[in-house]
């Protein structure tokens, strides 16, 4: 049983940068697709950064350039590095796996078979 817990939200001001982190625990290696999503309030969740074991890594648009994802597979951590954040970022912030995919992973939420409880960003203009 996969286990995802994630930390490092909190606010900030427009402009500034946060790292979420995604401890992962039930599993010998970080080796299938993972992610992270968004959610805000009213809206649906999103995909912000999807990571496959090659690793080939998704950004959308609206992240593109200052969203990086990335892994410590010896620690087994997910990070995501967020920069230049605006308030339409604001939004709870959730880690996410596929285990039954390592290429070819998908962006959908309803394709995660793991999710963590969230961790809240909020960015102040």
């Known amino acids: 049983q996969v286990q995802l817990v994630e930390s490092g939200g909190g606010s900030v001001q427009a402009g500034g940068s946060l790292r979420l982190s995604c401890a992962v625990s039930?599993?010998?290696?970080?080796?299938?697709?993972m992610g992270w999503f968004r959610q805000a309030p009213g809206k649906k969740r999103e995909a912000v950064a999807i990571?496959?074991?090659?690793?080939?890594?998704f950004y959308p648009d609206s992240v593109k350039g200052r969203f990086t994802i990335s892994r410590d597979t010896a620690k087994n951590i997910l990070y995501l590095q967020m920069s230049s954040l605006k308030p339409e970022d604001t939004a709870m912030y959730y880690c996410?796996?596929?285990?039954?995919?390592?290429?070819?992973?998908?962006?959908?939420?309803?394709?995660?078979?793991?999710w963590g409880r969230g961790t809240q960003v909020t960015v102040s203009s």
């Open positions: 996410a796996a596929d285990s039954r995919r390592q290429i070819d992973c998908g962006s959908e939420p309803s394709l995660q078979n793991y």
């Open positions: 990571i496959s074991k090659t690793p080939r890594t």
């Open positions: 039930g599993t010998p290696e970080m080796n299938y697709c």
